[in-house]
Every structure is written in C-alpha cells, then in structure tokens.
C-alpha cells in the first residue's frame, strides 16, 4: 500500500486493565484517507489515536521519505480477550483492504506480565559496580539486587529523572518513573539478578559481571535490544539493534530543532509569498578545493530556499588544478542564479571572498562559508525581517554547528539582541550575517591582515557606520565542524585569536576609544581593559541601625580589600 502504516511497537499501558497499545507510523506522516482497523477474532474493536512527532532517535527515512510522526492507537480489549486466538490490524483506503500485522494472543498475555522497566547500564570498577536503569513505580513495586547465590545486596541507590522515558510512555507522570542509579563497593559478584516486583507483574534481568569489559558492553546492549523486542516489537528492536551498533544517539537540541523547523505545506506557503519588497539577496561563498559532498550539501541548501530572490557568488580559489571544476560547472547548468568565478591562482580566505563580492548584484550580501548549510527558510526570515523594518542595513540570526557526517546538530547558539560590549569581546555575530550592499560599500571589502578573522574585522567596522541592525533568533544556518576547523575549535589555529584580537584594537583605535585587549583563556574572546585617569572621591552610603556585628564586618572588609582610596 501506497501510504502504509507501520507499526513500531505494541504493549500494554501500565495503569489501565485490558487497554493495549500499538504505535505506528504512515510513510506520508499523516493518513490521508487511510483507516485502520483493529480486529479481535475477526470482531471490531474500538480505540482512540494520538499523533505526536517523534523523538529525533526515531526519525527514519524509508523509501526516501522522512518519518516524523508517530500514531499511539490505544485499543480497549474486551474483558474476555484472552478466550480469543489473534489479534489483527488492517488498513482500508478506497475500499482496498490489507492485513498490516497479526499478533497472537498467547503473545499478548505475556506482554501483559511485563513490569516496564530497563537496565541502561552497568559499570564494573576495582571494586565494586553501579547499575543504572528505570522501572514503573507502582504502588507496592520494588527492586532487589541478588548475587549468584540469591543473597540480596545492599546498594546505595541515587534517584535520577529519565524524562526520556516518558517519550515511550505519555500515559506516565514524571514521578511514576523511577530512574535509579545504584553502587555497590564490596566486591564484584559473579553474577547480578536485578529484580523488580509488584503485585501482578514481575520482571527480572540477570547479568555475568566477571565478562571482560569489552564484551560485557556488547552484551549488555544486546540484552537491552532484546529487553526493548520483548516490550515494542522486532522492528522496533532491528531499529535500536541498528542505533546501538551505529552509535546514533539523539539530542535534547535536536528535539527542539525538529520542532521548529518549517513544515513543507508552511515552506510551500513561503515560496508563493509576495512581500511588499522582494530584494535580490546576493550569496558570497569562498570557495578552496571543497570535498564533494559538503560542495553539494552546500549548493542544495541554497537551492533549496524558500524565498527565490536570489544569487550565488562563487569564487574558486583553488587554483589551475581546481577538483571541484566539474562540480561547478554541473550546477551553473542546473541554475542560472549560481555564477562562478574560476581564478587561475590560489586565493587567501580574504581575497577570494573579496572576488566573489565584486561579483555580487543584489541588494544585500549574505556571506556563507564553503561547506555550511543554510537552513530553507533562512533568507525568507531575512527578507520578512527587512520588510518589518525596512531602514535595516544588517541582520544577523542564530546557528548551530553540525558533523562531518551531517547526521547531527549540536551547540545551538541562541544570541543576544545587538550589543557592542559583547562584540568587542567575542564575534558573536559569525553566521549568518546580511548587509545592505550601501553599508558594505562604505565600511570597505575584507583585509586580508586579519585572516583567520577577517570576518570579525568586517563586521566591527560595519558597527562604526550604522546603528540599523537586527537580530533574528531563529537557528537559519548550521556550521559544519569539520576536524581542525575552526568551527570545531579555535585552538586549532592560534594566529586566530591574534587577529582576533588585532581586529578589536584597530577598531578601538578608529572609534578613538583607548583601550588594552588582552586574550583570554577561552579562544576568540578577549577582555578590554580601559585605563582609569582620573581618581574622583566616592562616597560609599550604609543604611544601618543596631546591627553592629554587621557593620563592622563592612567596614572591615571596605577597609582591607577595597584599593581605591579616594572614597
């Protein structure tokens, strides 16, 4: 079927008596006219749905199509279900009927013995151990720890919120979880039993402790697979089998980036908008023997705009022997807003984005390194924004950084509204800066003395020409933290945080402002220092009544630590 629904998981809800639970999935995230029937020996039974995005963890691409959605089918089984064989879910669109999954019920009674619980890890020291976990705190539920010989041990036990867990279980308050982290520091026994119990249901797990480290974790992933098959399902286990041996992991950030991010029907709407200005935004990118693949992620994210007014700005400062040629020329075919400029020799970062800006035509200029990515709304937001407020003549927006592999996002940078001070001591501006081409004609190209903060340099001398500036918080461009680069790290390179700094005292010195800038610790942030020249007399002001012990402690400390005497 066209737009199947598949289905993830299945067991029962941990409060409610004969209520199961089936979660699945329709390959177009919603269902579209598709109906799903649940059937009990061929009797309907009735349920009720929710549809929540999924976790990041979850995201699957399946027949090229990004799964974001989730569907929770809560099942209300008959009292006398267990008389029955199977259960079957179907799914019906335009009277064409297929049979998605048949569980058998004696499959279900054992679900329905299951306590939720899981062990997540567990450590083996010189000493001793920690498992660490959660389990559904009913009323009268317990965990016990056993050795090989049943004697029970007793473990100090932290208590730890796995808000995470809640994701597979909405029907839970956060404090039905019990998240636990438990140590033991008197030897490392043969074996652990980890037992959970309650009134009606139980579940134990049993674990070699003596295994070399190594395979004990390979182990114990698997045993937590097949703990995670046994409660959701194979396909949902083949799916965390799969997460465990690829070492994916999800993100607190990247929940929140998914959820923010434009829907297509809304990107749809962003292409047909018509602003009252619709101003040519003109791309700049540097460009020095990018590999292939981030070239493309590059090109495709500007390609892939929501807002059409616009053109790329390519310089290539690889040189004669240039690899990434052909590339280019690929792409000038496909899309005539994309121009090229091939230089015979190999360009410094500033000279060649300077050759790109002279090749710019647009009404603002939007800088973009090599092999970043914008995100498809990004210049869509960036024009709404100049037609809020049409007299900007710069915009700078939010970012974060993303893998080598694009498969992560990470370090979100949520910014502050402009802020000179801040900007002398860090350029937290970075990416992605707009300027009006008027303003960047004034304030003059990049100066290939700051390289390795060139960028900086150009946006300290736009703040001396204008007080126009607008920051968008929206993440709108994701930064690749390639190995060595300086999105991973300014300690890569150490002549960035000297030009850097350079950048900061020349624009002291042109806004005639003495001062000292002195790097810190912290690559690319600088403290300034201004010298004091005068010594005007302070009066310091105490509000004071029968608290003598108080006053003395004041007084004493303004006379011994205090080293400025005019007061």
């Not at 979660?23 to 579209?32: I, M, Q, S, V």
């Not at 959605?69 to 006398?80: A, G, S, T, V, Y």
């Not at 460009?287 to 700005?313: A, I, K």
């Not at 946006?459 to 001396?464: F, I």
Request: with cysteine; proline share 3%.
């Amino acid at each position: 079927m066209e737009n199947a629904f598949y289905i993830a998981t299945c067991r029962f809800h941990v409060k409610e008596k004969d209520r199961l639970l089936i979660t699945g999935y329709f390959l177009d995230n919603r269902p579209d006219g598709n109906r799903i029937e649940i059937r009990l020996d061929g009797k309907k039974l009735f349920y009720t749905t929710d549809g929540i995005r999924l976790h990041p963890l979850k995201f699957r691409k399946i027949r090229k199509r990004l799964i974001t959605k989730q569907f929770f089918l809560w099942i209300h089984l008959p009292k006398d279900w267990r008389e029955a064989s199977r259960l079957e879910v179907l799914q019906s669109y335009r009277g064409k009927e297929e049979l998605m999954k048949t569980f058998a019920v004696s499959e279900l009674k054992n679900l329905e013995k299951w306590l939720a619980n899981s062990i997540d890890k567990v450590n083996t020291e010189e000493k001793g151990f920690s498992v660490e976990g959660w389990y559904y705190r009913r009323k009268n539920a317990s965990i016990r720890f056993l050795d090989e010989n049943q004697n029970e041990l007793e473990m100090k036990e932290e208590k730890i919120r796995r808000l995470d867990v809640l994701r597979e279980y909405p029907e839970c308050k956060k404090e039905e979880i019990a998240g636990f982290k438990a140590f033991y520091e008197e030897g490392i026994p043969r074996k652990l039993e980890v037992c959970f119990e309650e009134e009606e249901k139980n579940a134990e797990e049993i674990m070699n402790l003596k295994r070399k480290l190594r395979r004990q974790k390979m182990l114990d992933d698997f045993r937590k697979v097949r703990i995670y098959y046994r409660q959701f399902g194979i396909r949902a286990a083949f799916i965390r089998a799969g997460d465990k041996l690829s070492g994916k992991n999800g993100t607190e950030y990247e929940e929140w980036l998914r959820r923010h991010e434009p829907s297509r029907i809304r990107l749809y709407r962003q292409k047909r908008k018509q602003f009252t200005r619709m101003p040519k935004i003109s791309i700049v990118v540097p460009l020095y023997r990018t590999p292939e693949r981030y070239l493309r992620e590059m090109l495709d994210s500007v390609r892939g705009q929501s807002y059409q007014n616009w053109e790329l700005c390519l310089s290539d400062g690889s040189g004669e022997d240039s690899s990434i040629a052909g590339i280019l020329e690929e792409y000038t075919k496909k899309d005539s807003r994309i121009r090229v400029k091939d230089n015979k020799k190999q360009l410094h970062i500033s000279d060649n984005t300077n050759v790109a800006l002279d090749m710019a035509t647009g009404d603002y200029i939007a800088f973009m390194d090599h092999d970043d990515l914008l995100t498809s709304d990004a210049l869509y937001e960036c024009v709404a924004e100049l037609n809020e407020y049409p007299d900007t003549e710069l915009i700078y927006t939010d970012e974060d950084k993303i893998t080598m592999d694009g498969e992560e996002y990470f370090f979100p940078h949520f910014k502050s509204d402009f802020n000179p001070d801040m900007l002398c001591t860090t350029n937290y501006f970075c990416h992605l800066v707009v300027v009006k081409k008027e303003l960047y004609q004034a304030a003059g190209k990049l100066n290939g003395e700051y390289d390795g903060a060139q960028d900086y340099d150009f946006v300290l001398r736009c703040v001396e020409k204008t007080d126009k500036i607008r920051h968008i918080p929206k993440i709108l461009y994701h930064w690749r933290a390639c190995e060595g680069s300086t999105a991973g790290s300014a300690d890569n390179k150490s002549y960035i945080v000297d030009a850097g700094a350079k950048a900061v005292r020349a624009h002291y010195r042109r806004m005639r402002i003495e001062a000292e800038v002195i790097p810190t610790k912290y690559p690319g942030m600088y403290r300034t220092k201004y010298p004091v020249k005068q010594t005007p007399k302070i009066s310091v002001i105490i509000p004071n009544k029968d608290h003598t012990d108080d006053l003395i402690k004041c007084l004493r400390s303004i006379r011994e630590k205090n080293t400025y005497e005019n007061i």
